[in-house]
């Protein structure tokens, strides 16, 4: 069975983006944000579960203005008061609180036992203000199903539709889009750890949440106990760098999957998109064409414990379309790729994912040189391969600077006890190397280095070699001797 964990992070398509701009002090202020507990919901788990919301500046570059927004949070206390253990799941756009259940059921008892456990939503996410309104359905792209793609005309296309849509939903709403970056972010984070009287965090940042670990050590280093940075990105990245690499993070994440499901997987898919670059499978109501089939596999390789399900679609569609066609191989291709269909998200998501990621970083690539990095990607990997560089238009419509960005600027962090890094060698939306890069830029850090393509890794797979060393790092702040490198560990398959 797939983990808890694992299956909360895919359904939130977590991906990574940039990371530029120069951190601002926050302004001198007056402003005391309030913590105020209220009634928890009454099918809250467990029952000791404490509700709050704290009240903080909207914009803390101006914190006297009047203007305030509530932040929601929940905390299980731990019976030995340890302080505070929090996270980030990620997207930008992801709940802590609606997932916050299934992480705290997963974390080890002695964990639970020593620190409460504090979930909250940022800013514009889930319960917590302020809030997105009035917005249509973010554009997806649309692309031939066969035959050649003109990238420079596709892409230039949706980045005009991309940009109409963000700055309409920029303009609708005055007081919430400019106000929802990560150096916000930050600064809601400290005054909710003096709120709640902890000396220091102990802070899991998943995916875009290492940025946010990443700006709070550059902001504030003495607040943090311990930090596990998990599914890192380049803290030095632009929106072009990351890009122009997600098409070779979405290949290594694929060949490294090959390496311990069996080396012919990555030449089937291939021989597949081969196949579907010239026609499409209609059966039993489902139409399997190149995209859909390359993003069932691409889109789930985050998550091990769908490794059996992306073999069996890889396997049925060699079969179908290669090897053996009739109506039962047919079916059973249809089959797999319903079995990995994505949930359609909330329309709010991508807005989210732009305000944020556009407000950290503050690079605007052309739609011109959009298409280029698609074509190019499209020549090295594969015709699906270049719309793995979508990312690259979705600032479009947007003004660079108009929020304070997470600064970029290399400089060693040094923190009272390193941050755990944990790396997967084939991580498909956050590559090795960006982990890597984070961690060298922390005094002492050690990383923790997994043989797989998961995304985040601490308790979404059973390796003990990952799991057993973050947990002591946590319990007792020692990090491991040495960088550690762990070998594949399978999952239960998800049923």
């Not at 709403?173 to 106000?179: G, M």
């Not at 064409?289 to 490794?307: D, E, K, M, P």
Request: aromatic fraction near 10%; proline fraction near 8%.
């Amino acid at each position: 069975m797939r983990s808890p964990i694992t299956a909360v992070i895919a359904s939130l398509g977590l991906l990574a983006t940039s990371l530029t701009g120069l951190a601002l002090a926050p302004a001198a202020s007056a402003f005391e944000p309030t913590l105020t507990y209220v009634a928890c919901p009454a099918d809250v788990k467990p029952a000791t579960t404490k509700c709050a919301e704290l009240t903080v500046p909207l914009d803390w570059q101006t914190p006297d203005d009047g203007r305030t927004t509530k932040i929601a949070l929940r905390v299980i206390p731990s019976p030995r008061k340890g302080g505070g253990l929090t996270f980030n799941p990620g997207g930008p756009g992801g709940t802590a609180i609606n997932i916050g259940k299934i992480v705290y059921d997963e974390l080890p008892r002695q964990v639970k036992d020593r620190f409460d456990f504090v979930m909250w939503d940022p800013r514009g996410v889930g319960m917590s203000g302020p809030k997105l309104t009035g917005c249509s359905a973010k554009p997806q792209p649309d692309l031939p199903l066969t035959g050649l793609v003109d990238w420079q005309k596709e892409w230039s296309e949706f980045a005009v539709v991309t940009g109409a849509a963000l700055a309409d939903c920029f303009a609708k709403n005055p007081n919430a889009a400019p106000y929802l970056g990560t150096w916000q972010v930050v600064r809601d984070m400290e005054a909710m750890r003096k709120a709640l009287g902890y000396p220091a965090w102990n802070y899991w940042g998943m995916s875009y949440g290492t940025r946010i670990g990443y700006a709070y050590a550059k902001t504030f280093p003495g607040s943090l106990r311990t930090m596990l940075v998990d599914g890192s990105l380049w803290p030095q990245e632009t929106l072009y760098r990351l890009s122009s690499q997600q098409p070779m993070a979405h290949y290594t994440a694929l060949q490294v999957y090959s390496s311990v499901m069996g080396r012919g997987q990555a030449r089937k898919f291939e021989k597949v998109l081969e196949v579907l670059d010239d026609t499409v499978l209609e059966e039993d109501g489902q139409t399997l064409t190149r995209w859909n089939f390359s993003q069932g596999v691409i889109n789930n390789l985050g998550s091990q414990a769908y490794y059996p399900s992306i073999r069996v679609l890889i396997d049925s569609a060699y079969e179908a379309l290669v090897v053996k066609p009739s109506v039962q191989t047919r079916s059973a291709a249809a089959r797999a790729l319903k079995a990995l269909d994505d949930p359609q998200p909330d329309p709010s998501d991508g807005y989210l994912f732009s305000f944020v990621n556009c407000a950290d970083v503050h690079d605007r690539p052309s739609a011109e040189t959009a298409g280029r990095m698609a074509a190019s990607a499209a020549a090295d990997f594969g015709t699906t391969f270049g719309m793995s560089t979508e990312n690259i238009v979705s600032c479009q419509g947007l003004a660079p600077d108009y929020s304070p960005g997470v600064t970029s600027a290399w400089s060693t962090i040094v923190l009272k006890t390193p941050p755990v890094v944990v790396l997967s060698l084939g991580d498909v939306a956050t590559p090795w190397i960006w982990g890597k890069s984070m961690a060298n830029q922390y005094a002492g850090s050690r990383t923790i280095n997994y043989n797989g393509s998961q995304h985040v890794t601490y308790l979404s797979t059973p390796s003990t070699c990952v799991n057993d060393p973050v947990t002591a790092y946590l319990l007792t702040k020692r990090l491991p001797a040495e960088n550690v490198f762990c070998s594949f560990a399978p999952s239960r398959a998800k049923q």
